[in-house]
């Protein structure tokens, strides 16, 4: 089964918690604070793997998570870091995210990388709290929290050679002359329900990639037939193979319709290179009409050439044809080099305040939540250095001025705050 969508949900590693400790050592009456740090959260990466080809994997298995930091121990010692999370995906891979649809990444390297969720970093321990005026801080951070995505994974085939053309024009049947792939082959339309790739040798030291694109069909750009779920495959593609059924009624249509259908999905398609051959050259009936097909297609200035994938008359030319265009071709980086992408950052200091239907006030903002995800609440210390925050992100002041009242109940994440002028 080919699959060449899905969506996973990822989340790394919250940081490890800091450590609140005193040294207790005999002849050491002030040993003073010792607590350590917390280890960092694993991260979630995105890595390609050539074996792979499809999805598939992602339909049995959809959340991954990575491992969380250690908390840190008694003298200075730091927590172990979690170990990070690598997800293998086929190259091709087209990396959204879910809910806002921006584009992440685009994975076609052997061994490429993409870091989709980076771990929590540990929470400090309260030896990093002392100073000349505090010597002895009971105040300590929890680790901070993972992040967390939905991903839709798209792939989009890479093959140097698409072979296109309407159902049973005979593309399995020449991908498999050509190469060492074994697509399923029968005699009757859509027998191709997922594309195939297969590699063939040119010469010695030359091989290419070849992909069969399932069959198209008129609409195909607005998802009829197999539609845009194969369409999107022959945008890899550098050259394409245009194989037309010799038995059909009208060839000269048949291409026309498919270089339509691919021009509706992405302009660009119209402007592939492109070989384009009429199949089944074994059929007596198509030797009869070879002369009038030559004629049709010389009136619309494309070249043609006769081959039967069948019978193997004429497919090694028509590959080393195709070598040779692929060779004057510039890769797809080479024509469109990607454009660096500059996101605008909002300052994670921003807040926002909002009465709740219950008389009590939300408080939200990246850094403000945070912190309050990484206060340990039962240490007087750490409760004190979060009201500090509060007061330096002008946090109080704005719930004075939205009206707020002594004892009204503040919410910052998922914790409960009780409001003290």
């Keep these: 089964m080919f699959v060449d969508t899905a969506e996973i949900e990822v989340r790394s590693g919250k940081g490890g918690d800091g450590m609140v400790h005193f040294r207790r050592e005999k002849y050491v009456p002030r040993g003073g604070p010792d607590g350590g740090d917390g280890g960092r959260g694993g991260d979630v990466i995105l890595e390609v793997r050539p074996s792979l080809t499809t999805l598939f994997p992602f339909r049995n298995r959809a959340r991954y998570v990575a491992q969380e930091g250690k908390g840190g121990g008694s003298q200075d010692r730091t927590g172990h870091g979690g170990e990070t999370l690598v997800i293998y995906v086929p190259a091709g891979t087209i990396v959204y995210d879910a809910v806002s649809g921006e584009l992440i990444g685009d994975l076609t390297a052997p061994g490429q990388r993409l870091v989709v969720c980076k771990g929590g970093r540990g929470g400090r321990g309260n030896t990093r709290f002392k100073n000349a005026i505090h010597q002895a801080p009971r105040t300590a951070e929890r680790g901070e929290p993972g992040e967390e995505k939905r991903l839709r994974l798209e792939l989009k085939l890479i093959a140097d050679i698409g072979i296109v053309g309407v159902p049973n024009a005979g593309k399995s049947t020449l991908l498999s002359v050509l190469t060492n792939a074994r697509p399923k082959i029968a005699a009757y339309p859509f027998t191709t329900l997922e594309p195939n790739l297969g590699v063939a040798e040119v010469d010695d030291e030359t091989t290419v990639v070849l992909a069969d694109i399932p069959g198209l069909i008129e609409g195909a750009s607005q998802g009829v037939g197999l539609g845009f779920e194969f369409l999107r495959h022959v945008q890899r593609t550098r050259v394409l193979i245009h194989l037309l059924d010799g038995l059909s009624t009208d060839p000269l249509a048949d291409y026309s319709q498919i270089n339509t259908e691919m021009a509706l999905f992405d302009p660009a398609l119209a402007q592939k290179p492109q070989l384009v051959a009429v199949n089944k050259a074994d059929q007596p009936e198509v030797q009869e009409r070879w002369i009038d097909f030559q004629k049709q297609f010389k009136k619309k200035n494309v070249p043609v050439v006769l081959v039967s994938a069948l019978a193997r008359t004429g497919v090694r030319d028509l590959l080393l044809a195709a070598a040779g265009k692929l060779a004057e071709t510039p890769t797809l980086e080479e024509v469109a080099p990607p454009m660096p ?81």
């Design 341 to 421: 992408v500059y996101r605008p950052v909002e300052d994670p200091r921003l807040f926002q305040i909002r009465r709740e239907s219950d008389g009590g006030w939300r408080v939200s903002g990246v850094s403000i939540e945070r912190a309050a995800a990484m206060t340990f609440w039962e240490h007087d210390g750490s409760v004190r250095r979060f009201q500090k925050l509060m007061e330096h992100l002008g946090v109080d002041a704005a719930l004075e001025d939205a009206g707020a009242q002594e004892g009204d109940t503040v919410y910052v994440g998922e914790f409960e705050l009780e409001y003290q002028e």
